[in-house]
């Protein structure tokens, strides 16, 4: 490393390169004992007071620039790739640091990346570079800064025949349990948080006399859950018609679709693959769907349908 003028080490010039900012950036790694309060505070967008000291927060709107750090010591923190962990952690996989708008150090992995910071610590920087952020490009702040770090909405709809499950399904989730339901008249709706989304279930009831009503619910719909009870043979053909209704409404043409096929615990119960031939959505070509195998009373599957749709979610 060559010396740095200001003490400490630098990296040197052919050890770092210079990369075009991409069209998405987040923030960097935490590691000061505001790490924990802080990202909270940077989820919802505002600063409490009794860091109004320490932290620096404002947005840019003309640049789409929203700046957050700790101090003025000229130093920007350009993160080209971040990693969120599930328990809320996150590590800098690349970066590149400017100081006074002129490249101080850049690099692209995440071994390189973490040796930064430590230059960046002892190398004439401030320490209090590790809680520099600076997220460019990315989101505006509100709605669309949720979208990175707060909660995303997602409206679902569910539905099925009667005695599918469906019920079963929004409590195993919402509460983490089975329950003992009885049929739905009417509807339930709850709101089921899973990893960054926040899933706003309306259960409808699917006896044939309320079936009509379904359409009431499509408006907004960004994602179908269809149940189907694998074991009851002698009404998929039913469901199949019930499920090619809904989306092949105007309303519904733009929801992504999720099969649950439920029941897998039962003798006899239909496999997916005998599910996705019998509901017929091999012919839905022009449509994003997926078959997840489940049992709503063990809860199998249902959060792996869940990650199906957060990932296939388009946030508007």
């Known amino acids: 490393m060559a010396a740095n003028p200001e003490g400490g080490e ?10 075009p900012m991409p069209e998405e950036c987040t923030t960097i790694e935490m590691n000061t004992k505001y790490s924990t309060e802080a990202m909270k505070y940077i989820r919802k967008g505002t600063v409490p007071e009794e860091m109004e000291d320490k932290w620096f927060m404002y947005y840019e ?12 010591t000229g130093f920007c923190v350009y993160i080209l790739k971040f990693e969120i962990h599930e328990d809320g952690s996150g590590s800098v996989v690349s ?14 992995d995440e071994k390189d990346a973490d040796s930064a910071v430590d230059i960046l610590r002892v190398g004439g920087v401030p320490s209090t570079i590790s809680t520099i952020c600076y997220w460019t490009k990315c989101y505006t702040m509100g709605k669309k800064l949720a979208k990175l770090f707060g909660k995303k909405d997602m409206r679902i709809l569910m539905l099925g025949l009667d005695a599918a499950g469906k019920t079963t399904i929004l409590y195993k989730l919402k509460l983490g349990q089975s329950v003992t339901t ?8 709850e709101t089921v948080t899973y990893k960054n989304v926040k899933f706003n279930v309306w259960d409808v009831g ?34 199949r018609q019930e499920l090619h209704r809904i989306i092949n409404d105007r309303e519904m043409k733009d929801a992504i ?16 693959v005998e599910i996705q031939e019998k509901m017929g959505l091999a012919k839905l070509r022009d449509r994003t769907w997926y078959v997840q195998p489940s049992c709503a009373t063990s809860g199998d599957g249902l959060y792996e349908g869940l990650t199906w749709l957060t990932s296939n979610h388009k946030s508007s």
């Not at 630098?10 to 990369?19: E, F, G, L, P």
């Not at 929203?66 to 101090?71: I, K, N, P, Q, V």
């Not at 719909?221 to 998929?236: N, P, S």
């Not at 096929?261 to 119960?269: G, I, T």
Request: include cysteine; charged fraction near 30%.
């Open 257 to 272: 679709i999720l099969i649950f096929a439920n029941k897998q615990d039962l003798p006899d119960a239909m496999a997916p």
């Open 95 to 108: 970066m590149i640091v400017n100081r006074n708008s002129e490249e101080y150090l850049s690099t692209d």
């Open 61 to 72: 709107e003309e640049e789409d620039k929203l700046y957050m750090h700790r101090s003025w």
């Open 182 to 189: 009885i049929p739905t008249v009417g509807f339930n709706v």
């Open 206 to 239: 699917g006896q044939d006399k309320i079936r009509p009503l379904w359409r009431h619910y499509y408006t907004g719909t960004q994602g179908l859950i269809f149940v189907v009870d694998c074991a009851d043979r002698d009404r998929v053909d039913e469901a």
């Open 10 to 19: 630098r990296a040197k010039k052919s050890d770092w390169h210079t990369k």
